[in-house]
């Protein structure tokens, strides 16, 4: 009888670590692709301002972008804050990084 307690309250423990192992790994994931999907749009729209040549500089600010119409406010999926318009896109051999201050 105890034995069987014992190999069920490990089963029961084992079971609770994979669980909320999975659940972190599932929320991290989570929450990696939906910055990265974010940082995409910024950088696209620093791309397409660069094609249309209105963009000279290898630093774009969220500013100017927004100003010139390729981007409308963004929010940081994570915080729910919108961006400063200080936060910029770096251009350094055709790499585009958003860069957020």
């Known amino acids: 009888m105890k034995k069987r307690y014992i190999i069920c309250i490990t089963i029961v423990i084992s079971g609770l670590l994979i669980t909320a192992a999975t659940f972190f790994k599932v929320t991290k994931n989570h929450t990696d692709r939906v910055?990265?999907?974010?940082?995409?749009?910024?950088?696209?729209?620093?791309?397409?301002?660069?094609?249309?040549?209105?963009?000279?500089?290898?630093?774009?600010?969220?500013g100017y972008l927004i100003q010139k119409g390729y981007l409308k406010e963004e929010v940081n999926p994570i915080t729910k804050m919108y961006?400063?318009?200080?936060?910029?896109v770096l251009k350094e051999n055709e790499q585009y990084t958003f860069h957020e201050v």
């Open 83 to 88: 961006y400063t318009h200080e936060s910029y």
């Open 35 to 62: 910055i990265l999907v974010t940082e995409k749009r910024i950088t696209e729209a620093a791309k397409e301002c660069v094609w249309n040549e209105d963009c000279k500089e290898n630093k774009i600010t969220l």
